[in-house]
């Protein structure tokens, strides 16, 4: 059968009929996927042009929240302050703003103590394009060309090469301008650039009437920290960043990770970093559009107040009697090494804070020296054999009520042992109210598995310096208290553990520990047992409705002592004594009618006198701890008083600022609130 032959024409015919049916269902597709688009979900696409086309950002920083006492008394506030504020528009070009650099720095009195060559060349080079210029050899504009420099090279090969000559050029209303110019330019282009805090009334209004004929400059009431209570624990609440300042450069990548501008006030020191997520405020957040248009979403908020345990007027009170006291003592022989003493009150059954200071004299000024309170440690002396005796009576060694003759003691190797003098068969409880060291000696001996002996020679047993050092630790001694505060110092852990300085160690003379871990240990002891973490913070409240608490602090127990209560009541009872015994060596230091309980210590120190790094004089540090009333402990209290005097040998007289401190604070505490 023969096969039908179609002519080219017909065939050329057909496919074009194809490509034609093809082509008009291909055209009907468009329209309805056209219509779908524009018609059927034209909200869709237009919700994610929408999303697309603007962003978020936050603006204007709001007011720190503010710092009151435990009454409420407001101890740290905000003032307005008048500020000069840029933000670069979208139409404005680089010739507009040299110009109004210019302009504007005519009008306001800028401080350009931070002025440097890096910000007048990057103004060079505006200002002398064609100078500049002249500075790129042929060779390196090829290289450009050939993209083996970048812009960015040849810029940094101009700025090298402009030279001092170069920089002559500018007088001082060009150098004025070029700082306003750095100004306007730094940070993100979207932010506020604080151009001038503090700005004067003329400034203020200068601007304030000018603003459409200065594209970008405007005014607002920004803010600062006040002190209504002056310098009284001010370096304690510490210190917050300008605006030119910002967050600090090295921390830049964890504030920036929270969300913080460049140029965003944080807290730098103590309480104010330590509480920067309560106190910072909330940003005012806008939407920004293509056209830069900014549409307010949420408005800023104040940040909120944090109600911190002190009593600002206790801690006034104290302040002053430091201050009274420590010139009172350089007037007194045998205080030339003498510079500062410290005082911490505390309530034992919360670890509260009441009232926390420290004052050092220099060149005849009285100073803050608060951070020693928390990173200075000093030794200690007597007042820890409250923790030697739990040992004695904890490991059995020693009973409550046992005699033991206090006389001068001699090991083979050492020198001989003494109490401040020789007080004879004694019990557990005299030996806290008249700090035998001897006491301590033969209780240690006996933890250390020997009995003592004249001339004996003492074993090195490791678990001896460990079981002492373990109880030293549960009461706070040689670690961390865990104060809220960003610094704090564990003091000096000695590494050399061998029998003969395990004598020096149960009476205090031979580790460091800070005031701030001393007050734990006592009060510690005050409780029944408890070491509670010492805080500042009381509570946190609402910034803007006064009466929302949104934050309550409790106590917070770290540890329970591992002590059979009846030891403890006995140490109790011992530093009772020492307070009220005959002979009590605390005697004096409190009122009676405060019915206090504690302990004294003092202890030899060693001082480099000439920086010359050999410890070359000898000092005695006298300290108190103690709690009062003794039966239900309202409040404990340090004292201490480093390099207070020369030894005793030395001179006749030793300073009892100790003594005149406590007495005086305590006197105070009681006029104030009773018991």
């Given at each position: 059968m023969r096969k039908k032959r179609y002519s080219s024409d017909f065939i050329m015919k057909r496919r074009f009929s194809i490509l034609f049916y093809f082509s008009l269902l291909l055209f009907f597709l468009l329209i309805i996927k056209a219509f779908f688009v524009m018609i059927i979900d034209n909200k869709k696409y237009s919700l994610k042009l929408e999303n697309l086309s603007y962003s978020t950002v936050s603006m204007n920083q709001a007011p720190r929240g503010r710092i009151l006492d435990r009454n409420y008394n407001v101890i740290v506030d905000n003032i307005a302050i008048k500020t000069i504020i840029y933000k670069k528009e979208k139409s404005t070009n680089l010739e507009d703003m040299v110009s109004l650099?210019?302009?504007?720095?005519?009008?306001?009195?800028?401080?350009?103590?931070?002025?440097?060559?890096?910000?007048?060349?990057?103004?060079?080079?505006?200002?002398?394009?064609?100078?500049?210029?002249?500075?790129?050899?042929?060779?390196?504009?090829?290289?450009?060309?050939?993209?083996?420099?970048?812009?960015?090279?040849?810029?940094?090969?101009?700025?090298?090469?402009?030279?001092?000559?170069?920089?002559?050029?500018?007088?001082?209303?060009?150098?004025?301008?070029?700082?306003?110019?750095?100004?306007?330019?730094?940070?993100?282009?979207?932010?506020?650039?604080?151009?001038?805090?503090?700005?004067?009334?003329?400034?203020?209004?200068?601007?304030?009437?000018?603003?459409?004929?200065?594209?970008?400059?405007?005014?607002?009431?920004?803010?600062?920290?006040?002190?209504?209570?002056?310098?009284?624990?001010?370096?304690?609440?510490?210190?917050?960043?300008?605006?030119?300042?910002?967050?600090?450069?090295?921390?830049?990548?964890?504030?920036?990770?929270?969300?913080?501008?460049?140029?965003?006030?944080?807290?730098?020191?103590?309480?104010?970093?330590?509480?920067?997520?309560?106190?910072?405020?909330?940003?005012?957040?806008?939407?920004?559009?293509?056209?830069?248009?900014?549409?307010?979403?949420?408005?800023?908020?104040?940040?909120?107040?944090?109600?911190?345990?002190?009593?600002?007027?206790?801690?006034?009170?104290?302040?002053?009697?430091?201050?009274?006291?420590?010139?009172?003592?350089?007037?007194e022989p045998n205080t030339e090494y003498y510079d500062?003493?410290?005082?911490?009150?505390?309530?034992?059954?919360?670890?509260?804070?009441?009232?926390?200071?420290?004052?050092?004299?220099?060149?005849?000024?009285?100073?803050?020296?608060?951070?020693?309170?928390?990173?200075?440690?000093?030794?200690?002396?007597?007042?820890?054999?409250?923790?030697?005796?739990?040992?004695?009576?904890?490991?059995?060694?020693?009973?409550?009520?046992?005699?033991?003759?206090?006389?001068?003691?001699?090991?083979?190797?050492?020198?001989?042992?003494?109490?401040?003098?020789?007080?004879?068969?004694?019990?557990?409880?005299?030996?806290?109210?008249?700090?035998?060291?001897?006491?301590?000696?033969?209780?240690?001996?006996?933890?250390?598995?020997?009995?003592?002996?004249?001339?004996?020679?003492l074993n090195f047993n490791q678990n001896a310096f460990d079981i002492y050092r373990n109880m030293y630790h549960s009461f706070g001694l040689g670690v961390k208290t865990g104060i809220d505060l960003p610094i704090?110092?564990?003091?000096?852990?000695?590494?050399?553990?061998?029998?003969?300085?395990?004598?020096?160690?149960?009476?205090?003379?031979?580790?460091?520990?800070?005031?701030?871990?001393?007050?734990?240990?006592?009060?510690?002891?005050?409780n029944g047992g408890e070491r509670l973490e010492p805080h500042l913070l009381k509570e946190v409240k609402d910034g803007v409705v006064d009466s929302t608490i949104v934050f309550e602090n409790s106590k917070k127990v770290l540890n329970k002592v591992d002590i059979n209560s009846e030891y403890m009541n006995r140490v109790k009872e011992g530093f009772y004594a020492v307070m009220h015994s005959s002979g009590g060596y605390g005697v004096g230091y409190i009122d009676q009618k405060l019915d206090a309980a504690g302990k004294t210590g003092t202890s030899q120190s060693f001082l480099d006198t000439n920086n010359d790094g050999i410890i070359d004089t000898e000092t005695i540090t006298s300290s108190f701890v103690g709690y009062a009333p003794s039966s239900n402990p309202k409040f404990a209290i340090v004292v201490t008083s480093p390099d207070s005097s020369h030894p005793y040998g030395y001179s006749d007289y030793a300073s009892l600022v100790t003594l005149r401190i406590t007495k005086a604070v305590t006197n105070k505490y009681y006029e104030m609130f009773g018991l």
């Open positions: 650099a210019y302009l504007v720095s005519s009008h306001v009195d800028l401080d350009l103590s931070k002025l440097n060559d890096d910000i007048l060349k990057d103004f060079f080079l505006i200002q002398y394009s064609d100078i500049c210029n002249d500075k790129i050899n042929d060779s390196e504009w090829e290289l450009l060309k050939q993209r083996k420099l970048s812009n960015n090279d040849i810029i940094s090969l101009k700025k090298e090469r402009i030279t001092e000559n170069d920089l002559n050029k500018f007088n001082d209303q060009d150098k004025k301008a070029s700082y306003l110019y750095y100004l306007m330019n730094k940070g993100y282009s979207y932010e506020e650039k604080v151009i001038k805090s503090n700005a004067s009334d003329l400034e203020y209004a200068y601007i304030a009437e000018n603003m459409e004929s200065l594209p970008g400059f405007s005014i607002k009431l920004d803010w600062e920290r006040t002190y209504p209570y002056g310098d009284t624990l001010k370096s304690i609440l510490g210190t917050v960043s300008t605006s030119s300042q910002g967050i600090p450069r090295e921390e830049k990548a964890y504030y920036l990770n929270l969300g913080y501008s460049l140029n965003d006030r944080v807290g730098l020191s103590y309480l104010e970093k330590q509480y920067e997520n309560y106190l910072q405020g909330e940003k005012d957040i806008y939407e920004v559009y293509n056209s830069h248009q900014l549409n307010l979403i949420k408005e800023g908020r104040r940040g909120k107040d944090i109600v911190l345990s002190i009593d600002i007027n206790l801690q006034k009170e104290v302040e002053r009697i430091l201050s009274e006291e420590i010139i009172r003592a350089k007037k500062h003493s410290s005082v911490i009150i505390e309530d034992p059954n919360t670890g509260e804070i009441l009232a926390i200071a420290s004052k050092k004299i220099v060149n005849g000024n009285i100073i803050d020296n608060i951070t020693s309170i928390l990173a200075s440690p000093i030794t200690p002396g007597s007042v820890v054999k409250g923790a030697s005796m739990l040992v004695g009576y904890n490991t059995g060694v020693i009973k409550m009520g046992e005699y033991i003759l206090d006389e001068c003691i001699k090991v083979a190797g050492a020198p001989q042992k003494c109490s401040y003098k020789t007080l004879g068969l004694i019990n557990d409880i005299t030996a806290l109210a008249k700090s035998s060291n001897v006491y301590q000696f033969k209780t240690a001996i006996r933890v250390n598995g020997q009995e003592y002996f004249r001339d004996m020679k704090e110092s564990t003091g000096y852990t000695a590494k050399d553990t061998s029998s003969g300085n395990l004598l020096d160690y149960v009476m205090g003379q031979y580790e460091t520990y800070t005031p701030i871990q001393l007050l734990q240990y006592v009060a510690t002891i005050a």
